[in-house]
């Protein structure tokens, strides 16, 4: 089976469905776009709304593909599935909303159509409960960034099931036709992007609030401090909508482990946004988010909203000394004696230190970390590069990190914060080339949560620990400072 596509089907029109579809007529595939029948407007209505926002947008290359593009309705057109030769559900994140979907297709689909999902969340593994073989042969997830046109990650996921042909074609597929870099992910939830990036939206949101950051401060944070896009951690959640975070971050943390650090940065339990959702504070879709534009034409104004009072005001131009003294230098941005200094070590710790826990157990390997986020959320350095970047502005110097190349570096996360050990000789545990892995620690008890990196030739992984080891000195300072003990992570 080669990359050709005479015929795909794109089930559920909102901003992802329509987006894909978009993208897949760039590639020349002629599309069907199928979504629920509305109460009001024509029966295919939601998905020729989607289409024409798709040309306002900017989804097509070309005016011209919208023409490859035919709306319909899953009641009218179902029939389209038939002979389809790819078919993507991008309805709402509901399990039971997919499942029973899934069982629609299975009934009339042809043999060999690629199924997939475009879900953010959930894993394979609970989308093909109860499905059969033959559905789980052909399914996979090929999870689009929004917008899908514009970027560059596909985290795709197969099953056990999954034949090894459909999982080569839809790579194929992926990468060669429609231009994306694919990233084989582990079934688990979230993949890795979102798995890191919602966490760290979480921490980067609640730590502003925690160190009294106005919306303006902390989205320059991020972007001037970290290299994430302009938008920042307020601007972002505008863009996406804060509307998702009832729906994703609810979802996510449901099937989460209970141990998982996202527990503690749960934003869906957040009154100040709760509030937000009640007035209908979605973002850029609805009357504003934490930035609103008021007025048209001369009489333009942006607003920003306040993070204490609730209430809007004037947008104002961010002037941070932390920023302004570090210029590009991580370590001193973080060491800055400010709340925006503080602010930036904090979510660099917990982003560093919640990577390094959950790579083993998402990703092959650090650099499909750092690529995911990098492709996926448009970010300059992944994680383990800010890591890097950090070591870097440590003075460290790249022989020094040859000469510790020998060594294991493992970093203990333990529950009352950070603690690193560089143990001489465990190269009887490294296992042929694998440069990142989890095993037990009986050792270190009482430590309750364990992550640690270790490499023996990946200079990536070593500057995972190393950063741990650094943040650990950091950490000693800040706490001996203030003069009081060890504080959770949390
Ligand atoms: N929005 C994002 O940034 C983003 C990014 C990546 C992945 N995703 C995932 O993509 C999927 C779609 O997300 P979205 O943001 O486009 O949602 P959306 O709410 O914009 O659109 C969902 C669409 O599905 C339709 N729908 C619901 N039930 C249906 C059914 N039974 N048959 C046909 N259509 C149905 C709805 O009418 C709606 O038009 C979700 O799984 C989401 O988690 C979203």
Redesign the pocket.
Known sequence: MGTSIKKAVV???????SGIAAHLANAGMNVVL???VPKEGGRSS?AEN?IQRQLATGGFMLPAYASLVRAAN?EDDFADVADADWIVE????DMA??S??YKSIEAVRKDDSIVS?????IPLSHLTEGLGKRFAGDFLIT????PPRYMRLLELVSGPETHRSTVMRTRRICDEVLGKTVIDCRDKPGFIANRIGNYWMSVATLEAIKHGLTVEEADAVMSRGFGVPKTGIFGLFDL??IN?VPL?WRSLLDILPKDDDHHHFDLTKNSFIGTMLEKGLIGRKGKGGFYRQTGKGKDRIRETIDLNSGEYRLEQSPTLDALDTAGKNLRKLCEHDSAAGRYTWSVLKHLVCYSSEVAPSVADDVISVDTAMQRGYNWSEGPFQLADRYLRDHGIRPHQRLEINGLMSIAVMVDHGLGVSLLPDWSALWSGGLSIARVPLPRHAPVRRIGFIWGVQRPHAHLAGLFLQHAEAVFRKQAGKSNSKRKPRK
Do not use: R
């Not at 991008?90 to 994140?93: G, K, R």
């Not at 999902?117 to 969340?121: E, G, P």
């Open positions: 089930i559920g029109a909102g901003s992802m469905g199928m979504d629920i939601v989607a899953i991008a309805v709402i994140e909303v997919k029973n979907l999902s475009n879900t953010s969340t999870h689009f960034f929004n996406v909508g998702l994703v």
